[in-house]
Every structure is written in C-alpha cells, then in structure tokens.
C-alpha cells in the first residue's frame, strides 16, 4: 500500500510569498494518478491538479504542479490571502483500486 | 452545474447503522465513478469506498464487511449504509465524484459532508 507524506506539516508565509508543497510516496506512481487538493476551513475539498500538473477547471495559473516518480510538488507563486489553506495529495492504486490521502500541509498567513 | 448534497448523518451508539445519502443534480450517478471520503475531527481526508459507473464497489481496509455503497439511478442518488459503527467513524462523510473517462483517478465535485457521531 502506497504511503503519501507531505512536507512541511505548516508552512507560515505572508501574500505575495510563493509556497511549495511536497509529496513524497513510498513506491514509484504514475504521474496521471497524483493529485492536489485544497481545504479551506469548514470547506469541502476542491480539487486543484490532477495528474500531477494539469489545472482542474477555473483554477488559476498561480497554481502548478510538477514530479514524477516518488516526488512530486505543488508550487503557489505570489500568495493571495484565499489559499491559505489546507492542501492534500492524493494518489490512486489499483488492483485492487484504492485511493490514498496524504496528512495534508497548512499554509498559514505569517 | 453539478451539485452534490448530502443527508443522513447524526448521533448513533456503537453497534448501530446509518444510511448516508448523496443526491446528485447536474449529471447521472451511474455514468460516473462515485465516492465517499470521510475526515473525522480536525484530522485529514480519508477515503472510505467507491462505485464505478459498471457497478464494482472497492472499500477501505477499515470499513470492509461494515459499510455498502450503492446507488438509485432512478433517484439520482449516492448510498452509503453503514452498520455496526464503531466510535472511530465518526466523522464528516462527504461524497465525490470523479469525471467519466477510462481511469478513475481523482474526484473533482464534493459535498459539503454530512456528519457522523458514534458515541454511548
């Protein structure tokens, strides 16, 4: 079973500061099977990139992510104060199909 | 547009059942891969089981033997039944769906959740 583990726990940034978040998995994945979630508090999740760096619909292009193999990255350039936030890879396995969550990063308002 | 709205959700002892219901409006159920995730309290997402648009039904390790999830298509409508609960279910259960296509990777339309408590 795929382990995902995200890195850092929190990260304190201030608007216009650009993040990077990481996943590393425990085995090698396909890149069509990673993708980024955000969580706003008391939010359902939305969905931000989907096989590793493509946008989903409507996300802005301040947004990206790139990786391949075991390490793949979540890149926020210029910070606005709505994606502070908690952000979730997530990848697929099959056989048979499962789907595992990492423990998320915080990003804080510094 | 696509919306998913959950219901079901509430206070049950261990030992008890529940059904969750996800009615889905904007596109069918059955011609796409359905899901539930579950977060319990300030904790992060995790995934519970899945439906594919053919039918096949996988569940988590955790949740195997206890939960089944299905769906009406008459209704337009995600199920999830849950029977002998235990305290470490409880939760926010949201429902998902993922796009049609060939492979069942990611869920891009949530739920805002309905939520579950298990306690005496």
């Known amino acids: 079973e795929v382990v995902l583990t995200q890195s850092p726990g929190t990260l304190s940034l201030s608007p216009g500061e650009r993040a990077t978040l990481f996943c590393r998995a425990s085995?090698?994945?396909?890149?069509?099977?990673l993708a980024w979630y955000q969580q706003k508090h008391g939010q359902a999740p939305r969905l931000l990139i989907y096989g590793a760096s493509s946008r989903a619909t409507g996300i802005p292009d301040r947004f990206s992510g790139s990786g391949s193999g075991t390490d793949f990255t979540l890149t926020i350039t210029r910070l606005e104060p709505e994606d502070f936030a908690v952000y979730y890879c997530q990848q697929y396995g099959s056989s048979p199909p499962r789907y595992t969550f990492g423990q998320g990063t915080k990003l804080d308002i510094k | 547009e696509v919306q998913l709205v959950e219901s079901g959700g509430g206070l049950v002892q261990p030992g008890g059942s529940l059904r969750l219901a996800c009615v889905a409006s904007?596109?069918?159920?059955?011609?796409?891969?359905m899901t539930w995730v579950r977060q319990a309290p300030g904790k992060g997402l995790e995934w519970v089981s899945v439906?594919?648009?053919?039918?096949?039904?996988f569940y988590a390790d955790s949740v195997k033997g206890r939960f089944t999830i299905s769906r009406d298509r008459s209704k337009n409508t995600l199920y999830l039944q849950m029977n002998n609960l235990r305290p470490e279910d409880t939760a926010l259960y949201y429902c998902a769906r993922g796009p049609r296509g060939p492979t069942p990777v990611f869920f891009d339309y949530w739920g805002q959740g309905t939520l579950v408590t298990v306690s005496s």
């Open positions: 439906i594919y648009a053919g039918g096949s039904a």
């Open positions: 904007g596109f069918t159920v059955s011609s796409n891969y």
């Open positions: 085995q090698s994945l396909s890149s069509s099977s």
